[in-house]
């Protein structure tokens, strides 16, 4: 929906397992917070490797594939949507590049450059762009689907 010029939009954002056995869940938090955007929704998650499998699907092929499904299932995550005028990519700014441990010389602000390890343990996700933020957020908010249909039936029996 559309506030004045203000388009909102949602994206998936994901503390990984090091982030939040890291401690560094408060921190992340008060950054998105600081940079405008708001916590739709959240939910602490275990996954397990078929869910992790699924979700990262389009790396299914890559050699680093088993090590990411290892590393996403070593503890629980905390899923969050956030809301915000051009969310996604935003958010994927703020997270910084992929590689934490280039990430600390190229971005020594960003969330990656400060809780992140190295290329693996980079601490968050982030979708990258509309189409995979879409399907992201129904992976981990089944519920908001479901209540959205709820909501279109009761509309039209009334
Ligand atoms: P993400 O999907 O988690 O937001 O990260 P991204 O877009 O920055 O990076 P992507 O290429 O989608 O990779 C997904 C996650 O896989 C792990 N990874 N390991 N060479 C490696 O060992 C390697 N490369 C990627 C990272 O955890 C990365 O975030
Ligand atoms: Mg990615």
């Known amino acids: 929906s559309t506030y ?18 890291g401690n560094y869940t408060d921190d992340i938090k008060r950054t998105i917070v600081e940079y405008g955007f708001t ?14 499998e699924k979700f990262y699907a389009e790396h299914s092929s890559k050699g680093f594939f088993s090590r990411l499904t290892k590393y996403m299932t070593s503890g629980p995550v905390l899923a969050m949507i956030l809301e ?25 602000h960003s969330i990656r450059a400060r809780c992140g390890l190295d290329i693996e343990r980079n601490c968050v996700h982030g ?23 709820l909501l279109c039936l009761s509309k039209s029996l009334t």
């Open 127 to 149: 979708s990258d762009s509309p189409k995979s933020a879409q399907r992201e957020i129904s992976f981990f908010f089944k519920e908001l689907s479901a209540g959205l249909y």
């Open 39 to 52: 916590i739709f929704k959240e939910k602490i998650v275990q996954l397990d490797q078929a869910t992790v």
């Open 4 to 21: 004045g010029s203000m388009e909102m939009e949602r994206t998936l954002a994901i503390i990984k397992p090091d982030g939040l056995i």
């Open 84 to 108: 915000k005028d051009n969310a996604i990519a935003d958010w994927r700014a703020l997270m910084g590049p992929t590689d934490a441990s280039k990430a600390k010389i190229t971005h020594p």
